[in-house]
């Protein structure tokens, strides 16, 4: 099968597959805010029947209290209480609505409601004892119809028999018996609800987390099949010394085409990583967190790889030397690097480059490279230490990188600069196996020779020439 029908048939999938993982995505949130919802009704759900429950409580206090020493602060209290709960005064919250419509607003079951309901009513006939004992200590009974229009003398005693008896205490557990129904149904439902929203979007999220690791599963093999093309291109190159030229033109093209589509998909599975990370990480356990700490580690790892062979077909093409001050250039690097050299503590000297004739984007890129390695491949236990140092021959400047790393076996001299190959394969020093040799491909370019000294656990020293006069060269 020819590879432009391998990458369509890739890239068609990667798209289908990011389409799925946004529309669940999508849903993934609309459940989530459903999930805050309810423990939302929940939460309110409590403070409306403890606010019943209190309110009753209060009116019982302020009565007994009025009964007990005819004081009118103590009815005035009352009836604040009474005309909140009512909706005629403003909430602490500030809003103005009865305690029965707020009950109403959220949407309770009929079981629920019903039962909050007698509550009410209980309390509200509860009410009615109450102003029975208010109306006596002023002296006044009721007619019959309800209203206390019969004047005689303060019955003080009636008034404390009647807030204070048995009868009283009765009504009262009549009004709480409810409300402690109301509560283990509503418990139950809001619990289940909850559950239900939790488990759903845990499986959701799984399966958002699936498609991902699926298209990094899909990925990584359309890349080795991208790579391999090369290497066999590479091949073809070395054998036909002919057509070196247009078959490195067409090649970089290629790999260039290549690295930047497989760019867009990773980019956009990194920010669904970032996104899962960030927002649903605490919210797996086990299979489900390492998956998106696999997932994180190995897009990032892609990209690496896929930005390093962008970089390797771009050196060379369609540049100009110029005069380029090294010193200047070496402090844009470490502007550049400054969040790298502050988290591992980096020192780098140099003192006074030489100005020298080069690609600039491809020198830069030679001293980033060299630079970011040293910090990478540093010893546990030392702040990484890299200096920089220069020497001026007849045609050519010799520049020398040097390190206070893991350092390198010699017998790995020559193969370091190879493409793809990697000395150091665990998880602490992993790499792409490009970087030095696009130096290599960046020295060659300026007309020059890079190599290394080093020596196990002492750190390294990568030198390389520049031709002095490469603009007029």
């Not at 607003?105 to 029975?132: C, I, M």
């Not at 599975?269 to 899962?276: A, V």
Request: proline share 2%; hydrophobic share 40%.
């Amino acid at each position: 099968m020819k590879l432009s029908i391998v990458f369509k048939v890739f890239q068609i999938t990667i798209i289908i597959m990011l389409i799925i993982i946004i529309v669940l995505t999508l849903f993934l949130q609309k459940n989530h805010k459903e999930l805050q919802k309810a423990e939302n009704i929940r939460y309110k759900s409590y403070v409306i029947a403890e606010e019943l429950k209190q309110s009753s409580d209060d009116l019982t206090r302020y009565c007994r209290s009025y009964v007990l020493t005819s004081d009118s602060i103590w009815e005035n209290k009352y009836l604040k209480v009474l005309d909140i709960r009512n909706g005629k005064l403003p909430r602490p919250d500030g809003h103005t609505i009865s305690l029965l419509d707020s009950m109403k607003k959220l949407g309770f079951t009929k079981p629920e409601f019903d039962k909050l309901k007698v509550a009410e009513n209980n309390s509200n006939e509860l009410v009615w004892t109450e102003k029975v004992a208010f109306n006596a200590v002023k002296g006044l009974f009721d007619d019959g119809s309800g209203k206390f229009s019969i004047k005689a003398s303060p019955d003080i005693e009636m008034a404390r028999r009647i807030m204070f008896d048995k009868k009283y205490h009765d009504e009262k557990k009549m009004i709480m018996a409810p409300i402690r129904d109301f509560f283990k149904m509503l418990d139950k439902r809001t619990h289940d609800a909850v559950i239900a929203y939790k488990v759903f979007n845990n499986s959701l999220l799984r399966v958002v987390i699936g498609l991902i690791f699926l298209i990094l599963v899909i990925g990584v093999i359309s890349f080795f099949i991208v790579l391999k093309n090369i290497i066999q291109k590479m091949n073809v190159l070395e054998a036909s010394n002919k057509l070196v030229m247009t078959k490195n033109d067409e090649l970089s093209r290629f790999t260039y085409i290549a690295s930047h589509d497989l760019q867009e998909p990773l980019n956009t599975i990194i920010s669904f990583s970032k996104l899962l990370k960030e927002g649903y990480h605490d919210k797996l356990e086990g299979i489900g967190q390492k998956s998106i700490e696999i997932i994180d580690e190995s897009t990032m790892r892609m990209r690496s790889l896929t930005t390093d062979l962008l970089e390797y077909s771009r050196i060379g093409r369609k540049v100009k030397p110029e005069i380029i001050d090294v010193n200047k250039l070496l402090e844009n690097i470490k502007l550049d690097l400054t969040e790298l050299i502050d988290k591992n503590n980096v020192t780098i000297t140099y003192n006074n480059l030489a100005e020298v004739s080069a690609y600039r984007n491809e020198l830069r890129m030679l001293f980033l490279n060299l630079i970011t390695n040293a910090i990478k491949y540093r010893k546990e236990t030392v702040a990484p230490e890299i200096t920089i140092e220069f020497e001026e021959g007849k045609d050519e400047y010799t520049y020398a990188v040097i390190d206070n790393g893991i350092g390198i076996d010699m017998q790995f001299k020559d193969k370091i600069f190879e493409i793809f190959q990697r000395l150091h394969t665990n998880d602490q020093y992993s790499g792409t196996g490009i970087g030095l040799a696009n130096c290599k491909r960046i020295v060659e370019l300026h007309k020059g020779e890079i190599w290394v000294r080093s020596e196990v656990g002492k750190g390294s020293k990568f030198l390389f020439t520049i031709k002095k006069d490469l603009i007029n060269g």
